[in-house]
């Protein structure tokens, strides 16, 4: 027997959600009644199909969407099929983001355009044609983007990602002067350090960059600057902001990027 049923709230499409924080926001909005559609590269497709199955336990509707979130076709025809699918788009999460822990002078140029195309060039993307979208069926819809504390103030070794995260802030605050007149808004969420693979992959590195440093040294510092006292975050902290941001309570909320870091940065 299908456990679907017809969504009340509309229709959410999560970027980079076969893991981490991204399949965190999917699960979350399913379970306050979207349906979703969850995107990741194909490469991820066995997990992404996992958190499909997980949604649709919840009860609600789901739908696997392979793109590269960094080409600009990819990301016109995947907002198109989740239209197709759930006949209209209300919330687009521009969660989808990669980290590159290099020095400047390691740093290549290509290196540097990968990180702003997939960081930057997708928000920007994900913010033309989820609000074209929503346009174009008059809704007042939710256009959210994952910045970082990264966004907030400059880390050494990861100018890049930092670079791409500080741009989200600008765009965000300039997608939100635009879509305003619609009723759109649009916010980033800017986690501290949370537990993803991501956190794997930058406590990795800074064990094999820093003189004398190992794995595990980056997630014992990162815990330690936590004023709570509870180590670093959990994905469900983060998925909480964006489930509050994706409802109508937060209508008067637009152009912020809100911290969730237990304390670690003050604006
Ligand atoms: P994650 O565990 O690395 O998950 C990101 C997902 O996005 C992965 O499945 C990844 O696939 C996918 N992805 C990468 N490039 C893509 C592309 N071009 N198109 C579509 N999907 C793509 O990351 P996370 O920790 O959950 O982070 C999610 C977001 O939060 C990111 O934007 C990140 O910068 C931000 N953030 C995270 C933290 C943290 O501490 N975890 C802190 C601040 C901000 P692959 O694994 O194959 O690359």
């Known amino acids: 027997m299908s456990t679907q049923t017809t969504s009340t709230k509309g229709a959410a499409l999560i970027t980079g959600a076969a893991q981490g924080i991204g399949k ?10 979207f349906n979703v559609a969850v995107n990741d590269l194909s490469s991820n497709s066995e997990n992404l199909e996992k958190v499909a199955e997980e949604i649709r336990a919840v009860g609600v509707k789901a739908l696997t969407v392979y793109a590269d979130v960094s080409v600009e076709a990819e990301v016109e ?20 983001g990669i980290m590159m822990w290099k020095s400047i002078d390691d ?25 074209r979208a929503m346009i174009a069926k008059g809704i007042k819809g939710k256009l959210i983007a994952a910045c970082s504390v990264a966004g907030k103030i400059g880390k050494g070794m990861l100018a890049s990602y930092t670079a791409s995260k500080f741009a989200i802030r600008g765009l965000t605050q300039s997608a939100a002067q635009e879509y305003g007149r619609h009723g759109i808004t649009v916010n980033g ?17 800074f064990g094999e960059t820093v ?38 309570e937060a209508k008067f909320i637009t152009g912020q990027t809100i911290n969730v870091n237990g304390g670690t940065f003050f604006d």
Not at 86 to 96: I, M, R
Not at 211 to 235: C, H, R
């Open 211 to 248: 003189p004398g440093g190992k794995t595990g040294d980056f997630i014992k510092f990162a815990e330690a600057q936590s004023l709570l006292g509870g180590g670093n975050g959990e994905v469900a902290d983060i998925a909480g902001l964006v489930s509050y941001l994706a409802s109508t």
């Open 24 to 33: 965190a926001i999917a699960l979350r909005l399913a379970a306050d009644g």
């Open 77 to 96: 025809k995947m907002v198109g099929a989740v239209v197709e699918e759930f006949g209209a788009l209300n919330v687009v999460v521009a969660n989808a």
């Open 107 to 131: 740093l290549t140029a290509e290196e540097w355009d990968r990180v702003m195309s997939i960081n930057l060039r997708s928000v920007f993307l994900a913010y033309k044609y989820g609000g």
């Open 189 to 205: 969420y800017a986690p501290g350090v949370i537990e993803t693979p991501m956190l794997t992959y930058m406590d990795a590195r």
